[in-house]
């Protein structure tokens, strides 16, 4: 070949051949694929390299796929063109920035990653800085954030230092009064809707139903009895709750969780009729009695009275603990205020009904005191029933201010059946009446006129009471001792006393210290 055929050849090839300048931007054809690099011709006079990692949207790696590029350099060590489809972006998101783009306005961008104090976002290619403090992210899981494509507004643009601040506060509280406005024109009563645990208290819990808050109250949560909201809902727990009721004007809900599933109410009188017997266990104890859980939602009341045929009224404290399994027979259901009544008692025998036969009038039996009361003592009887000693029938000369000035709890006395009241459930006891009634020997032992020394028992106000010889007391009239010798006296004292005056029917001496 001649020389200026080789020249003319020269020519028409640098002709068809680009001149491209590091820092240009070009369209390029993707004609090869490698695992970490894509392959573009440009027009050069060789094909340039870009990164695989720089293709973030993956159906841009395609063969004839027509791309920008940035010229990075024309002619590395290694003699290759270098190209960046990264960088491209990059620089035409800032010129589309820098020409369309003021603060305040709103641009849709993709969160990359997260850094700190906050998120790093892609906005056409231009990299921007979301604050945590202005993200809105709060309650949203990691998964839904990442590599998602959110609505920002440009909070600050620093356009010669290329400096992008980003916010999402004021478009999410849009976006949620939007949806909040929406939320409330669909509510309505009886409807199904899905939420999101945001709060517990000892009163209830709060559900995120979509911008809109309701309140899930302890008392619609089950129909068993709980102790606290935490048995039954977590925060962050999706729960399905029924819209009670509503009032958009004071931005209330009220949200039941146990109204989804069957009241175990509607069938109880087929369930539970009066007189049936059943087992439950133990789940609150109360002064007046013991809740009983039948089944999950359906508790009863064992009141106190309905606990023992011997004792008229005990203290369920003493006799049950919490988780106690317990047979009971039902004796009452009302289903319209969710009451059942239970008995223990009822189980068992009616000892009162052979109290008649089995303890008659003069009987003389042996118990066990039990307690005490200001006016008698409470006496457990062989039989398991219980009798009450009055103060009055504890004793024949003694004036009894208190039972325990005779008695002592636990102690193991003989006594006599003065009475029962089967109906009224009482058995009247005597103590006093085991021995023969001494007033008539007492009466011919202390004539009247008889002087004798006596000891002071009680000083009160209307006169002073002394003890005679054999333990017999005595009261020395008001009227008959002088208020200072009165005044001075006290237990334990000796006095010199005279008989005025003695009542047999009563059981009474007046004394005088007027000799």
Known sequence: MSQNKQATMAELYASTVKTVREGDIVKGRIVALTNKEAVVDIGFKSEGFVPIEEFRNKEDLELNKEIDVLVESVEDDEGRLILSKGKAEK??????????????????????KQVKGGYMVDVDGVEGFLPMSLSAFK?????NIMANRFNFQVAKINKQ????????RDIFQKERDQVREKLWSELAKG???KGVVKGITDFGAFIDL????GLLHITDMSWSRINHPSEIVSLGDR???LILDFDKDNSKVSLGFKQITPNPWDDIYQKYPAGSKIKGKVVNIMPYGVFIEIEKGIEGLLHSSEISWQKKLVNPQDMFKLGDEVSCQIINVDKDSKRISLSMKQLEANPWLEAQKSLPLGKRVKGIVRGFTDYGAFVELESGLEGMIHVSDMSWIKKVNHPQDILQKGQEIEVIVLAVDAESRKITLGLKQLVENPWAQIATQYPVGTEIDSQVVLNSNFGVFVRLPDDVEALVYSSEIDKEQAAALKPGDSL????????????????????
């Open 161 to 168: 230092r290329r400096n992008l601040i980003l916010s999402r």
């Open 191 to 193: 409807q199904r809707r």
């Open 91 to 112: 620089v035409k998101g800032w010129q589309k920035v820098m020409v369309d783009t003021e603060e305040g306005d709103v641009v849709e961008g993709r969160v990359m």
């Open 210 to 213: 979509g911008g809109v808050d």
């Open 239 to 241: 729960v399905e709750v």
């Open 139 to 143: 309650g949203y899981p990691p998964e």
């Open 496 to 515: 010199r006393v005279k008989v005025i005056k003695i009542d047999v029917e009563q059981m009474k001496i007046g004394v005088s210290t007027r000799l």
